[in-house]
């Protein structure tokens, strides 16, 4: 098992394509199929979710708990999806989606040669996105 809590990284765009995947040393490495179907059932799920709710304004699902794992997903205004599948019980989950999806304003979308909807593949993305997962680790090994 990894030292942090987090195994995995997924951004799916508003037509539930997966536009970037990063794994972060879970037990059960995933190969791309796999990453694709997760990505697309939780689009749909995610979907669903919002029409099914008898809660008016009801934006879905947030929060996925499992025996082994969390699921937390956040989605901007745009519909984009950013979900991280987690340790049971990891803290301040929703504030590192919160960055990512920042990130994910400051170096993707304002990268001009950047096309929307795509995978993502920007190396300052990488890279900042690396520094704030390890910032993140550094904080959960001291829980």
């Not at 190969?31 to 809660?55: E, F, G």
């Not at 979308?109 to 900042?128: A, T, W």
């Amino acid at each position: 098992m990894a030292l942090a809590a987090i195994y995995n990284l997924f951004i799916i765009n508003k037509s539930g394509g997966l536009i970037y995947y990063k794994d972060y040393g879970s037990a059960g490495r995933m190969d791309t199929n796999d990453s694709l179907r997760l990505a697309s059932l939780w689009h749909s799920m995610h979907a669903i979710s919002q029409q099914l709710s008898p809660t008016p304004g009801c934006t879905g699902i947030d929060l996925l708990q499992a025996h082994n794992f969390d699921l937390h997903c956040f989605q901007s205004l745009t519909g984009t999806k950013f979900f991280v599948v987690c340790e049971t019980g990891a803290p301040n989950m929703e504030m590192l989606l919160k960055v990512i999806y920042e990130l994910y304003t400051d170096f993707v979308l304002k990268n001009p040669f950047y096309e929307m909807e795509m995978p993502i593949r920007c190396e300052l993305f990488d890279h900042n996105l690396a520094q704030v997962i390890q910032k993140d680790r550094v904080a959960l090994l001291g829980r």
